[in-house]
């Protein structure tokens, strides 16, 4: 049984790197602000005392919540050009991701401002404010200190979901990896690599996690 390939690990360092760099932090990045944009609308639609307007949001989340992730891509990339529609790897995972993290994220937000005080609605209507800038000015910042472990939660699992992509050509991580493997045909090795990046990645974002979480409490504290 042969051991690992250590120069082969040092040589594959720099390729798995731009594909960390080129391919998964870009999409993580361009997928978690969609998704925020998405989530928000989406939370706003189900808070809807209008039927019409929370139905389809409703329908969205349990759909997007209830199939597979991959399986979601596949009907993007692979299903959609059976009816004329054909779009290309990356957008075809901007699209896919994006709908993922928005239904998801989307009952962290919708919890979040929920869970602020009626009073502070009632408190704000008192002084003159109407909903939309009542909305604007004192829930959604009081909403989103409480969706800050949620939503950092999210952005950690889209890291490591990005690696589906792989399976629609979109060159990242994963995909380099599988490159490198399937011409070296040292698939533990590489994949390896790949792991320990993804690990390093989202070590570095719980971190970043809960360094947030100590500051905005300090704030309320304060």
């Known amino acids: 049984m042969s051991g690992i390939d250590w120069d082969l690990v040092r040589s594959s360092l720099g390729p798995l790197f731009q594909g960390l760099l080129r391919g998964t932090l870009p999409l993580t990045a361009v997928c978690f602000v969609l998704g925020l944009v998405l989530a928000l609308l989406v939370a706003l639609m189900r808070l ?32 959609l050009p059976s009816l004329g529609l054909t779009i290309d790897p990356w957008p075809s995972a901007i699209i896919g991701l994006s709908l993922n993290v928005g239904a998801y994220a989307s009952e ?25 800038t009542t909305l604007r000015r004192v829930v959604l910042p009081q909403a989103a200190r409480i969706a800050v472990p949620p939503l950092s939660n999210t952005l ?6 990005t690696s589906l992509v792989s399976t629609i050509l979109v060159t990242d991580l994963l995909r380099q990896a599988q490159i490198i493997a399937g ?28 360094r947030l979480e ?5 704030h309320v504290a304060a």
Not at 214 to 218: A, M
């Open 183 to 210: 011409q070296t045909f040292e698939y533990f090795t590489l994949y390896g690599v790949a792991a320990v990046y993804y690990w390093v990645v989202c070590l570095v974002l719980s971190f970043g996690q809960t």
């Open 214 to 218: 100590t500051t905005l409490s300090r």
């Open 48 to 79: 809807s005392g209008n039927r019409l307007v929370s139905a389809p949001a409703r329908a969205y989340v349990s759909v997007i919540r209830g199939t597979p992730l991959l399986l979601q891509l596949f009907i993007i990339f692979y299903g």
């Open 156 to 161: 950690i699992s889209l890291v490591k979901d």
């Open 108 to 132: 962290a937000v919708r919890g979040a401002i929920l869970s602020v005080p009626r009073g502070q609605w009632e408190a704000a209507m008192t002084v003159g404010m109407g909903r939309v």
